[in-house]
Structures are given as structure tokens and as C-alpha cells.
């Protein structure tokens, strides 16, 4: 598969990219961030993940389905941690964590 | 100036990571490789710090200032080497290394 | 100069790194996590930048100079902000960061 | 397994970095460059994804283990093309990866 049909991952991944930034950002800043302390860390684990594989895949890495692997296992994780945040930024994270995991295994 | 004013150099930088990855993923299958070892070169430079300031920025970082001024640099000298060799790729990837220093230079 | 030059400089990236993100694991953990939410940032911030340079020195960048200046900022932003803290991890982060920003010095 | 257990996995991944970022430097002005693309582009993944779990490690990430499994397999994959190579960097960076993915395998 050569970059051209990573297209839809590529989208996802950068997505998944941004809102996990984001949500790190907001979370940061937010009143009860004691409780957001594993979200904060959810968040920069797959954010780096996800940027990580956007470049590989756009290089032609040969390891596109062992990476894609261990992003959709992050992408996961970090989603339903978001998930149990009624925070804007939490709900939107998750919901581009899980399309991004969705993207992934289809690659893995 | 917050993620959302950004939107415009993070869409630049995303291409010419994009370009700059399939460019030095094309040399590395070129005829003429010797001629490309600068540019396989600078393509990863480039295409490293675009990544990396495309998710600083979205992570709102407080050093976007100076980190988008060593990028426009590094745009601007690997778009200078591209545009030296007649490859599409090369071309292509020149254009887009100059259209984000540009964009760099507006945050810098 | 070639990376052997850059020995004692890349020694200091890489203590700063591995310093910012043992701080960064440790303030996530604290009980007074909402004061240290600038100190997570810029413990991500400098952590990356770090990992970044260390790995440009080593492959032979052009772009030390430039790099290295960047880094040096970011370094002092992080060990400042550390030093505000009683905590351990903060104060030994202080010290690599604002030897870290002295070494990069010496390169920019 | 916290991060002072990882100390000679870091150490490896350390040292592997640099061995790959050494040999991708010296392949690039190597006269038999053709020859060696296969080598280059190795050496940046595995450059890569050593650098990232090495910073992985250091913050505590919750995914060492699936991390580590797959820099297990681009470090052998690296080593594998390096050791057809008779140039000294790519003997010492084939030694490299194959101790650093046992180092890898020990933590997956």
C-alpha cells in the first residue's frame, strides 16, 4: 500500500493529533485538573504516537502495520480515558481517538 | 495567538511535511542518487522540524515564535536545494518548503 | 564541527531530557498538581526539544547553530520555572535544564 | 517496571540511535550510495523509533511493552541490511541494533 491509499489514515491520524493537543492544552488549564492528570498523559502519549505515524506512513515506512498496531492500542486507551470527561475537549478527543483506532487496525 | 489563529501555517507546515517525505522517499529510489544525497538530507531536516512545530503549535506552546524561525530557515534551505533538480518531486517539494517559510515568517 | 565535537553537548541534551520527563511523570503524581501545571508544559516542551536536538547533532545537521539557539531559550524558560519548586524532581530538573541551555550556548 | 528499571534498555536504545544516525550520515557521502539506500532508510526508522521509546521510557509511558516489541523488529530489520554492508559504520550500527532489540525484547 503506497501513501496515496493511507490517505483516510493520514486524515484521521493528524485529527487524532490535534484533538489529543488540544485536550492536553484545555486540560491543563482546567479547575479539577487533579482529575485529569491520567488524561493529560493519555493525551501526549497518543498525540506523539499519532504524529509519529502520520510521518512514517507518508515516508513509505515498512513497518506501516506493526506501528499502526501500537497506535490503535493508544488511540483506544486514550479514548476511553477522555470518554469518562464530560469536558467538550474530553468527548471530542475520544471520538477522534476511536475513528483514528478504527483507521489504524484497518492498516495493522 | 491561539491554535485556531495558527490555522493557516499548521495547514503549510502539514504539506510540506507531506512533500518533503515523499521527496526523500522518492530520491532514495532515483537513477541519480548521488546528486540527491543533499537533498535526501535536507527533506528529513525539513520534514522533522515541520512535524514537530505543526504539534508544538497545536499543543500551544509558548516558543512558537522561535521555533517557527528556525523552520522557516530550514524551509528556505531545503527548498533552495530542491528547486535545483528537474525531479516532480523535487519541484513540488520546493514550492511547498516556500510556501511554508512564508507562513513561518508570519509567526516568526 | 562533527558530532564528536558535540560530545559534551549532546551528554547535556540528554540528561535535561531524561531530567524534564522524570519531572513531568513526578508533577503529574502530585497532590499539588494544579501549581505545577506550567511545569508539566514546559517539561514537555524541553523535554522534546531536547530529544530533538540530540538527534539532529548526531545525524550531521546543518542547522546546529539555529537549533542549539532555540533550545538554550527553552532550557532557561523550563529550569526557571522549576527552580520555583520545593519538589526534588523540580530542582534537579532546574539544574540539567539550566546546563543544558550553557551547553547549547556553546554551539549557537 | 518504573524508569530506573529501563536504565540499560535506555542505554541501548541511546546507543543505537546514535549508531543509526551515524551510519545514515556516513552512508549519504558514501561513493557507492545506490548501494546503500536501503541502509539509509533503515537507519532513520529505527533512528526514529528509538529516540521516541527512549523518551517513552524515561516519562513512564503505560505502553513499554507494545512500544518495545515493535522497535524490537525495526531494529532487526536495520541490523539485518547494515551487516550486508562491509563499510565500518554499518558493521558497528548492525552490532548496535541487534543489542538493542534484545534490549527491547527484554521489556516487551
Do not use: W
Not at 19 to 35: G, R, T
Not at 54 to 69: D, H, I, K, S, W
Not at 77 to 105: L, R, S, T, V
Amino acid at each position: 500500500m503506497s501513501h496515496e491509499n493511507y490517505q483516510s489514515a493520514i486524515k484521521a491520524l493528524h485529527e487524532c493529533m490535534e484533538a489529543c493537543n488540544h485536550c492536553y492544552d484545555a486540560c491543563l488549564q482546567e479547575d479539577d485538573i487533579k482529575m485529569m492528570a491520567q488524561c493529560i498523559r493519555l493525551d501526549r502519549e497518543c498525540a506523539d504516537i499519532c504524529g509519529y505515524l502520520e510521518q512514517a506512513l507518508v515516508r513509505g515506512t515498512p513497518f506501516a502495520a506493526e506501528l499502526a498496531n501500537v497506535c490503535a492500542k493508544i488511540c483506544e486507551d486514550c479514548g476511553n480515558e477522555c470518554k469518562k470527561h464530560d469536558h467538550d475537549h474530553c468527548q471530542k478527543c475520544a471520538e477522534a481517538c476511536f475513528q483514528c483506532a478504527d483507521a489504524c487496525k484497518s492498516i495493522a
